[in-house]
């Protein structure tokens, strides 16, 4: 059973500029979360895709938006970075149809803006 | 708005030095108390879920309890490959919403 994966590992920006990161889910999930990990903080949700739509958002600004895809894969864009935006990125797949089933987390995406 | 306040922020203990890890939330409707755990530069990993107080679940030196207010963990006899970031997130209604509110988390350093 293939996991969550997430690239890239790290990725360094500048403030104002654009980042994609991806995402690609456990096998035979097709619900994905994105959560952003501030140093020392728990995660924070971000957003939730299911089949292809938003279905779900946290206290995020429109600049943080996202896609999901056929084969439930995933990419969370963020525009107009910001120095407060450094974080780690996690992306999480679970099976929408069994809401008992946990998150699967992968191991994220060390974005740093300078 | 949900809330989860996990106590004490970091703990160091001696190998074999039991104790309890706290998670107190507040939240409308729980459909579901999760326990991660986290390493350095890792995503966290599924531990445990406890739905209803009064449940416990256990997996080798560590045991989930909760009531309508908290949430422990026990770990046991602790190792030094038991050091890692705890976390605790609740989920909760409505049904089909799968966004999970975290605590901050209690950083454990066992020591041999």
């Known amino acids: 059973e293939t996991g969550v994966t997430q690239s890239p590992t790290h990725l360094i920006k500048t403030r104002g500029q654009q980042v994609t990161l991806r995402c690609s889910s456990q096998s035979g999930h097709n619900t994905v979360s994105w959560y952003q990990q501030a140093l020392g903080q728990g995660p924070q949700f971000i957003f939730q895709?299911?089949?292809?739509?938003?279905?779900g958002r946290g206290n995020f600004p429109p600049r943080f938006s996202g896609l999901q895809f056929p084969n439930y894969s995933s990419e969370l864009n963020v525009n107009a970075l910001e120095l407060d935006d450094s974080a780690l990125y996690l992306c999480?797949?679970?099976?929408?149809?069994?809401?008992?089933?946990?998150?699967?987390f992968g191991n994220g995406t060390r974005l740093t803006v300078t | 708005e949900d809330q989860v306040t996990q106590s004490p922020e970091a703990l160091r203990l001696q190998e074999g030095e039991s104790s309890s890890l706290n998670c107190s939330y507040t939240?409308?409707?729980?459909?579901?108390l999760f326990w991660y755990r986290q390493d350095p530069g890792k995503g966290p990993e599924f531990l445990f879920t406890?739905?209803?107080a009064g449940e416990e679940k256990e997996k080798e030196r560590l045991k989930a309890t909760l009531t309508k207010k908290e949430s422990f963990l026990h770990i046991t006899a602790p190792k030094p490959e038991d050091s890692a970031t705890y976390l605790c997130a609740v989920q909760a209604e409505p049904r089909g919403r799968r966004a999970l509110t975290f605590g901050s988390g209690t950083r454990l350093q066992v020591q041999p």
């Open positions: 895709y299911y089949r292809e739509e938003e279905n």
């Open positions: 939240v409308s409707g729980l459909r579901g």
């Open positions: 406890l739905y209803s």
């Open positions: 999480a797949s679970s099976s929408g149809t069994d809401y008992n089933s946990p998150l699967h």
